[in-house]
């Protein structure tokens, strides 16, 4: 499968080989990965590399570690602006709108953990090429000191595994539930419709031209749901 790593060396290496540490296929994923997380500068690329190392690891080599914020500033302020638009374009129709069952899908999925406050990733976690996101965020989480952080993931993590991979490091958390766990959804549902709320809250804003409707009741999970499940 293509992966981040071969759309940068597709770029022709301008760096003197004798002269130089790093590899040009080396240095643009962990520029472009910063980039993805919201990084501002070469400063964090060098942050990024040095926090996301396992993880480069598993995609890139890098020889000789993390580069120096003054060799990213060196390799970006001499890149051509055209080919490396051209590098992105290509990989981002290789990211977007393909299904991990689709027929004839190579595309790259990757599971992120971001901080809401601040909008910060915070982990990156790589979908195996047989799999999908449901094995890769179990994996994510053993991987982040989440501490006694609310834990909220869609209706992909909603699966015994990543409950208890949450539960061993924080007692919140907040899974979605769907229609494609019929039988948990409707033992929800009822649960809710038999006991009485503990606490409501319903609040309102107009947004995008409509105006929307958030109203959360909780009751307790023993009422809801069967120990079984």
């Known amino acids: 499968m293509d992966s981040i790593y071969s759309y940068p060396s597709s770029i022709e290496d301008f760096c003197m080989e004798k002269k130089c540490f790093h590899k040009l296929s080396d240095i643009l994923p962990t520029g472009l990965l910063t980039c993805l997380s919201h990084g501002e500068d070469y400063e964090d690329m060098v942050l990024s590399g040095n926090t996301r190392e396992r993880f480069l690891k598993e995609m890139i080599p890098p020889a000789n570690g993390i580069p120096s914020h003054d060799t990213f500033n060196r390799v970006f302020s ?23 069952g689709s027929r004839g899908n190579t595309g790259l999925y990757i599971v992120n953990a ?5 909008r910060l990733c915070t982990g990156q976690k790589r979908a195996d090429d047989k799999s999908n996101e449901i094995t890769a965020v179990p994996c994510l989480i053993e991987e982040l000191d ?3 952080a609310v834990v909220s993931i869609d209706a992909v993590g909603c699966q015994r595994d990543t409950a208890g991979r949450i539960v061993e490091k924080t007692d919140h958390y907040l899974l979605a539930l769907k229609q494609n766990q019929p039988d948990l959804l409707n033992d929800a549902s ?40």
């Open 190 to 229: 009822c649960g809710f419709m038999a006991c009485p709320p503990e606490s409501v809250c319903e609040e309102w804003e107009y947004d995008h031209g409509r105006y929307e409707t958030r109203k959360c009741s909780i009751i307790k999970a023993k009422d809801a749901v069967p120990e079984k499940i």
């Open 114 to 118: 971001r901080v809401a406050e601040n």
């Open 146 to 148: 989440i501490g006694d």
């Open 78 to 100: 001499g890149l051509e602006p055209d080919l490396l638009r051209q590098c992105l374009n290509n990989y981002g129709r290789k990211l977007k709108g393909v299904s991990p």
